[in-house]
């Protein structure tokens, strides 16, 4: 999320996420009024069969391993560098993983806002991300309003790509094999706001390009919109706290 003027209890493969909200909830474009618990949407998977990228030959490639510090309920804290060329700024940033299904490349959560100025409260926002494994997702985005050259401009940003650029130059990295890649490269795209309506004076149009450590746990990312400056850059490290979250196969809310 940005300043817009700046511009998952029960699990047998099916999850429910409840989320208390304060106010009114963007849910789709719609604000509505709901007192209560606010249930988080999670897609449904209808079949065991993984979703291919096209022109991806599946082969023999298994899910990413799994972190220990890349898990349903795992928490992270940092910072977002918000900064322009009038002033310096950086948010302090909280971030939960709420649900990870490796076997699809796909994980949701929460990112919480603490210090925005225009806000009375903390901004709470709804997320959903897409692992990059070469199987269910490449290095290239192909939406969003992200073209090829931004996806490189933006990869190339973390030291830990130097690696395999060229043959994600080449072919999107639909060949590399990530599995045993001491780093998960992720993107993740806000949905919703929580807890504040869609006139908070934020705007979540864009996307966070992510890297992820397997070694520490530790987050670097940049968020692109082309409205908003570029290159604003996430920086989160592991709060050891006690998990509460699910890993799932296919899930569906209920």
């Known amino acids: 999320m940005v300043d817009q003027n700046r511009g998952g209890a029960q699990l047998k493969q099916n999850l429910t996420i409840s989320f208390r909200r304060k106010s009114r909830v963007n849910e789709g474009g719609r604000d509505q009024r709901q007192a209560g618990v606010k249930k988080m949407p999670v897609r449904v998977v209808e079949s065991n069969t ?12 298994s899910p990413l391993p799994p972190s220990s510090l890349l898990g ?45 100025p225009m806000a009375d409260t903390p901004v709470i926002t709804f997320w959903e991300g897409e692992i990059v494994d070469g199987k269910n997702y490449t290095f290239y985005t192909a939406k969003w309003e992200a073209t090829r050259e931004d996806d490189m401009r933006h990869w190339s940003k973390f030291p830990s790509f130097s690696p395999l650029q060229t043959q994600v130059e080449s072919d999107g990295g639909r060949q ?62 592991t709060v050891n706290e006690e998990r509460s979250g699910f890993s799932f196969s296919s899930y569906e809310l209920q």
């Not at 804290?77 to 796909?106: C, F, P």
């Not at 934020?202 to 746990?217: E, H, K, M, N, R």
């Open 50 to 61: 993984p979703a291919q990228v096209s022109g991806t030959d599946p082969g023999n490639r």
């Open 72 to 116: 349903a309920g795992q928490a992270f804290s940092g910072t977002q560098n918000v900064s322009n060329q009038q002033k310096e700024e950086a948010w302090r940033v909280n971030v939960q993983i709420q649900g990870i299904d490796l076997e699809h490349g796909y994980l949701c959560g929460t990112m919480e806002a603490l210090n925005v």
């Open 176 to 237: 590399l094999d990530l599995s045993n890649y001491p780093y998960i490269f992720m993107r993740w795209k806000e949905q919703y706001f929580v807890n504040v309506g869609t006139d908070c004076g934020l705007t979540i149009a864009g996307f966070y390009y992510v890297c992820f450590s397997c070694s520490d746990g530790s987050i670097s990312g940049f968020y692109y919109d082309p409205n908003s400056s570029p290159f604003q850059k996430l920086e989160l490290k």
